[in-house]
């Protein structure tokens, strides 16, 4: 392995040593990927965009502009596949906060996007706002291992109309991060977008150079791309931006029951969206992403955290890698409602093995609850005790005559203890350390307060949100981005209808 | 030393070293290795270099007291005991180990010997603990106990065996063991 990317400096990633646990075995992986060929071609794909089915008319692909249905041939998506970028850079505000996607590093980003935000003061449910987003940020900011940040929520309280560029902003004026544009929804938004990136990397033509965003598309199972899930993406593609590509299978409703059947369906889909990107801008750098839910069958509700779930994670991100894609998963993710029990070992169990099954970045969905819905402070910080234990369990066990620590061994012989010999000494920085855990003896704990981990990460997170100062914008460039939200405001309130 | 820096400034400068690095590990700022390594030390520099200069000067050094400690007879388990005896010794106590699996009759000894204001006793395990209270009844029944209060930790020892067995107090961590010791001297 070359030596750290230049980002290892400025901010904590994960170094993957460990071997990829893999649920597939390589003749799984060929009948899924031939089977989604099979579906693409035979069955098609529907899709809601004109001017997505264009492209893939253009490109030869058997399409029925009434049904708004497209067959595309298993050649196009064959060499759509190849066209896709094998490692990608998401580059952000500080270029020092830069990732660089090569599958030997594991990058933690937020979840989203929810519409709830659980009071920090009231601790209450309530719709989400603006504030949250700056604070959520914020937080982003200071921890090391989260190395980027997705729109955690959208905001209530400001015009939908424009609500993207309000999220652009709130996350820019308070985080040097790289940003994943969670609800890329509409289309004439984008300029608005675009120009704020301008904004900050210093112009059009810089964009394409350093496109400090990413975007998410979520596209529909079974089989469906939404119009708002691919065109707002072509323009952004057009600039470099990156896409993750994201299906979300609900296992026995938009999707078969059964785990191989949603591996399927969801590759297929994935693989339409890529093809259409690939298309209309060749070398778009593309992520394969996998956020699959089960229906409960009693209770009507679903969850991201079922065994089934996962297994699903496991083998889109296997087929992800299939494909040489660099891997956009979930995986930390709950139906809990609290900062609880279940919100901790649902995130533990899925952030670790989304992170063992391939994910270059996810594993990271800290502090959402209720499957994607709300936004919750203090589970932040939780979960960021998950991210930063899995990060350490994929560095695996290091072999080298130092880490045998023969010299130390024989030096404390048979008595005596290791706590002061220099060996200790030199190395226990490099231990797991953790944030809110406790550890102490039931005694110095009742002293200290005799607290749940909710409440100590409660504590801790009203440290973080006092003392944490991100390093500002540029006055001018603050300046200009609100007089872009502004006017986007106020022109795209026109047509409020966004089709 | 060499440049005739009175031996009591030197000790004193260490004490004030090592409060700081104390109060530094409280809020979290330093870890554990750190201060047991620093203690461990100022008290070679002191037993090696500051006392013999002391003796020649025929001064006395004063400590927050003394502390006979150690692993009750049938545990060998001492780690706890050794992180106790490096914080109390840090924290200014002068500690006299006896070690591990240490018999009863040794403590009656030591206490005779040193004639110490304390008596630590550490157990790790349920079956090892029954001798944290059979040293207590040694110490009262060779009338030892006036004047010397007895302290017990480990992990299956608690507030309520140190009330049936007869100790003074307990100590639940070495950092509380520092506290407590140093309260029973009245020094807390």
Known sequence: MQGPPVSVIYMKVGVRRLKLFRVLNGEDVNKIHELSLSLLQNLGVKIFSKKALDI???????????????????????????????????????????LHLDG????????????????????????????????????????????????????????????????????????????????????????????????????????????????????????????EGIEPHLELAKYNVPISIVSMPILGATAPITVAGSILLGNALILAGLTILELANPGTPVMYGSYPLSQDMKG????????????????????????????????????????????????????????????????????ILENYNTLCFEQMLIDYEIVTMVMKLLEGVEMGNEALALDAILR????????????????????????????KSYDAWLKSGGRSVAEVARGRMEKILKSHVPVPLDKDIRERLSEIVRRADKELARGEAVD | MDQNVPPLEVINAFASVLREMGDKYERGELYIVELIAAGEGCRKAIMDIVEPKLKLLGVERKTLGK??????????????????????STAGFEVVDLGRDVPIKKFVEAVKEHDPQLVGLSALMTISMINQGEVIKALEREGLLKGVKVVIGGAPTSQQWAEKIGADAYAPDAIEAVAVCKSLVGRG
């Open chain 1, 56 to 98: 893939l008319e253009g490109a030869g692909a058997d399409v029925d502009q009434h049904k708004l249905l497209a067959k595309i041939p298993e050649h196009l998506v064959e060499e759509a596949v190849r066209k896709a970028p094998r490692s990608i850079d998401l580059y952000s505000r500080n270029p020092k906060l830069d």
């Open chain 1, 104 to 227: 030997e590093h594991i990058f933690n980003i937020t979840d989203g996007v929810a519409t709830q935000v659980i009071d920090f003061d009231s601790g209450r449910r309530r719709p989400g706002r603006k504030d949250d987003l700056c604070k959520a940020a914020q937080i982003v900011d200071f921890l090391d291992y989260i190395n980027a940040i997705f729109t955690p929520v959208t905001p209530q309280d400001t015009p939908l109309h424009s609500h993207m560029l309000h999220e652009f902003e709130a996350v820019l004026n308070n985080t040097e991060k790289h940003y994943c544009a969670g609800a890329v929804d509409d289309s004439r938004e984008i300029p608005y977008l675009l120009e704020m990136v301008a904004a900050v990397v210093g112009g059009e033509e810089e964009i394409r150079r350093r496109p400090i965003m990413s975007a998410c598309t979520c596209l529909v199972n079974p089989l469906i791309i939404p119009r």
């Open chain 1, 300 to 367: 009507g509700g679903h969850s991201g955290a079922t065994p089934e779930a996962l297994l699903v994670i496991a083998g889109h991100n296997q087929m992800g890698k299939f494909y040489g894609l660099p891997i956009y998963s979930g995986g930390t993710t709950t139906a809990s409602k609290l900062p609880d029990a279940q919100s901790a070992y649902e995130k533990a169990l899925g952030g670790l093995f989304s992170a063992m099954t391939g994910a270059d970045i996810g594993a990271g969905g800290i502090g």
């Open chain 1, 412 to 439: 404390v012989g048979c008595e005596g203890h290791y706590l002061t010999d220099r060996h200790t000494l030199s190395h226990f920085r490099e231990v797991w350390e953790p944030m809110i855990s406790d550890t």
């Open chain 2, 67 to 88: 502390i006979v400690l150690g692993t009750v007879e049938g545990d060998i388990h001492d780690i706890g005991k050794n992180i106790v005896a490096a914080m109390l």
